[in-house]
């Protein structure tokens, strides 16, 4: 159908750029990618993401390319090393709650992150991954996502405010003796 709708024009499957910059799911600094001539022409050409592969382009871009690639190495080993110190640690979070345990409000991503950072841990809000905001007192499991591949888990512990976690921990033995007796 669409052969009809175009025959005897000029239609172009891609045309090959060099990256300039990062694209994200497209390519690194200095790659030769195809594209589709639109997205070359309207974007990535006028905001200097990409120019024309030709030689000397890519002559020019090789270092900046290596220096690249050197600095994603070094920062994907720092991530590496992050996760495996924050892997297994616990966030203890003090906040308001009912009788019931059910918190004045919710616990976001932000708040743990910057417990974990006070703690002494390089984890950057965008790396905890919570499917919905904590709202309930107790022991939560959480993924902390450094990179696709660099995944590592901490335990956010939520207790009522005023109230310590040794002493949470004693009410729910006070709760478990008296359920057996």
Request: proline share 2%; net charge negative.
């Amino acid at each position: 159908m669409w052969e009809k709708m175009y025959k005897g024009t000029k239609m172009s499957k891609g045309m090959k750029v060099l990256l300039r910059e990062d694209v994200g799911q497209l390519g690194w600094l200095g790659d030769v990618v195809e594209v589709r001539e639109g997205y070359a022409r309207n974007y990535l050409l006028p905001q200097g993401l990409a120019a024309v592969a030709s030689e000397a382009n890519i002559k020019a871009i090789a270092k900046e390319k290596a220096n690249r690639a050197e600095h994603r190495i070094k920062e994907y080993s720092r991530l590496q090393e992050a996760a495996k110190a924050v892997d297994g640690a616990e966030a203890v979070l003090a906040v308001r709650a009912n009788e019931q345990g059910v918190l004045f409000g919710s616990i976001a991503e932000k708040q743990i992150a910057a417990n974990l950072r006070e703690q002494g841990f390089e984890v950057a809000d965008e790396v905890v991954q919570l499917p919905e905001h904590i709202k309930h007192i107790g022991s939560h499991s959480v993924e902390l996502k450094f990179t696709a591949d660099i995944i590592s888990t901490v335990t956010v512990v939520v207790v009522p405010d005023g109230q310590s976690l040794e002493s949470l921990d004693e009410s729910k033995q006070e709760e478990a003796a008296k359920e057996d007796g």
